[in-house]
């Protein structure tokens, strides 16, 4: 196989950008998968690349930092692959979660000319004081102080300029390439790397549109309205566009500063179990959930007079997950069956929600559910981790190329680094015991009459569509056999072993009827008033058939056994 990347056209509109990310690759030692689709290439444009001394560095480490210098395209990618604990193992997904896409801020024009522009009014119209020094500059965008004519204070969102180009055209090389990975490299084939890419698109392209991240704001302000103990910044949509983002500011101490947290009034014991129920709430009563709770996105608001038991807040509401009717009753069957040890059923439901590859060793994957559950069943609570048994269950699938549904992958993660979160509060926490009041109320809930009902009154629709749609379906149908146009397809799978098998023996079976007539009517040519040809057909069809006797006893594939021997 040769391969020219430089005349794929997609790669060729985009060189500069595909020399870069490769010479990079090449930099930190991970052009591996390049060299293999196109040496060439790599000797060409990366031959001149200086190796980074990395050696105390792990793979793990090394993919962080290519991704960091390639920017935010490859930042944000880290970030979504992070999510993937089955695609890329628990040891990676945690690294990347370490990715911060911290780039330089844009100078105080440029932002001030975006504002305008999006709003469509100068900047003093809007905001009576808006400092030009943001607060961070991360991938996407930058985050200003401000204040409105009313006095409150905001914080205003803005987009760096030209992103959405530069997105759009690492996302074509991203598409492109794991196009050729998925056609040239079997090994990274059951990956699905166009899968991946398709979905990072998507959610890539969402995020960049912060009228989404407005909307999730008023979600989560809804949800929470009658939680005193919770704080997410209200929006205003009349200041906000698809580049522009004004929310309200929060003055928080973030997590990452615990002895600042303290030091606020801040019961660190209180404050981890407080941030894991607000998390389990979003997931468990509301299908709608945070999918980021790392520390440097989570304040503590000290306590006021309205407020007199402080405040968790929430920022950064860019990346959200979501458990659908149907997602949240196979996860409330999934812990049921792993509350019974059921690692049948479990398994079931693993096959059930994942891609899984065409030819899934069901049992061998069914072993190693088993054995995770009788590893932990019964294990005193103090010493269970839940973060610990969802990553070994994940990198258990993981080598089966069994594939999680995105919104399950994505829960799976929160949990992972909710609970981490709550350790790094309080060394006591345990996110197991947070998570027993709603698997009682999910039990409950799935008993509820008002549930069955509602199951029940959903069942009678489906069949009342299906009742009405019948004779329009029939009508269809006959017009397409009146005009000949149905045809009927048979699809056969592995029967060709069989028909050899069946063919050979038939052969074997003449064979060794067609001697034994020449033996007993002593047909010539004789040797010792026996048959030369009889005997001797009698024999090669003894032969013949014990092969195939022993063809059929080992394997069932007397054809591909011939042709491996031929080889």
């Known amino acids: 196989m040769r391969l020219d990347l430089a005349s794929v056209p997609q790669l060729a509109r985009n060189l500069t950008r595909v020399v870069e990310i490769v010479r990079t690759l090449a930099k930190y030692g991970l052009a591996d998968a390049v060299v293999r689709l196109d040496p060439g290439f790599v000797r060409r444009w990366a031959a001149g690349t200086t190796i980074v001394r990395l050696s105390h560095e792990s793979q793990e480490a090394r993919i962080r930092l290519v991704l960091t210098e390639l920017g935010t395209t490859f930042i944000k990618f880290g970030q979504v692959l992070s999510t993937r604990r089955d695609l890329v193992g628990s040891v990676l997904a945690d690294e990347l979660s370490q990715l911060q896409g911290n780039v330089p801020a844009d100078p105080p024009e440029v932002t001030r000319d975006t504002v305008e522009k999006e709003l469509g009014r100068p900047v003093p119209e809007v905001f009576p004081h808006f400092d030009p020094v943001p607060l961070a500059s991360a991938s996407i965008g ?4 401000a204040t409105l004519h009313d006095g409150r204070r905001v914080v205003v969102k803005v987009q760096h300029p030209g992103i959405t180009r530069r997105v759009e055209d690492d996302l074509s090389i991203l598409a492109e390439l794991a196009d050729l990975a998925e056609r040239f490299l079997p090994d990274l084939r059951a990956y699905r790397p166009v899968a991946v890419v398709a979905e990072f698109r998507r959610v890539l392209l969402r995020e960049l549109d912060f009228r989404r991240e407005l909307r999730n704001l008023q979600l989560f302000r809804q949800a929470f309205a009658a939680d005193e103990g919770v704080a997410v910044p209200e929006p205003f949509p009349a200041f906000s566009t698809g580049r522009v983002l004004t929310m309200e500011y929060l003055d928080g101490v973030p997590f990452t500063h615990l002895g600042k947290v303290k030091a606020a009034g801040g ?28 520390p440097g ?16 807040g929430l920022l950064d509401v860019g990346m959200v997950g979501r458990v659908d009717a149907r997602l949240r009753d196979k996860i409330e069957r999934g812990v049921s069956a792993a509350v019974r040890q059921d690692a049948v059923k479990l398994t079931d439901l693993i096959v059930q929600v994942a891609d899984v590859p065409p030819r899934l060793d069901t049992d061998a994957l069914e072993g190693e559910v088993a054995e995770q559950l009788a590893y932990y069943w019964g294990m005193p609570l103090e010493q269970f981790q839940l973060g610990t048994a969802l990553n070994d269950l994940t990198d258990a699938i993981r080598r089966f190329h069994v594939l999680l549904p995105a919104p399950l992958a994505m829960l799976l993660r929160v949990l992972v680094i909710l609970e981490g979160t709550g350790r790094r509060l309080s060394p006591r926490f345990n996110l197991v015991g947070q998570l027993e009041p709603y698997a009682r109320a999910l039990v409950l809930k799935k008993l509820s009459p008002k549930r069955m009902a509602r199951q029940l009154i959903g069942s009678l629709r489906e069949w009342d569509d299906l009742i009405r749609s019948l004779p329009r379906e029939v009508a269809g149908l006959l017009r397409q056999l009146q005009r000949q146009q149905v045809s009927v397809q048979l699809v056969h799978r592995h029967l060709e072993p069989s028909v050899n098998r069946l063919v050979f ?4 079976s003449a064979l060794f009827l067609g001697s034994a007539v020449m033996w007993a009517a002593k047909a010539p040519p004789l040797l010792w008033d026996t048959p030369v040809f009889g005997v001797l057909g009698c024999a090669l069809a003894t032969v013949l058939g014990f092969h195939l006797f022993r063809a059929i006893q080992h394997s069932g594939k007397l054809e591909e056994r011939e042709q491996g021997s031929g080889r």
């Open 505 to 508: 023996g038939l052969m074997v």
């Open 297 to 312: 996105n989570l304040l503590y608001l000290p306590a006021t007079p309205d407020h007199p038991g402080g405040r968790i």
């Open 267 to 294: 019961d660190l014991d209180e404050l981890a179990a407080r941030g894991a129920h607000v998390f389990l709430a979003m997931i468990f009563r509301d299908g709608v959930f945070h999918a980021d709770p790392h």
């Open 142 to 145: 930058q985050v200003h102080r």
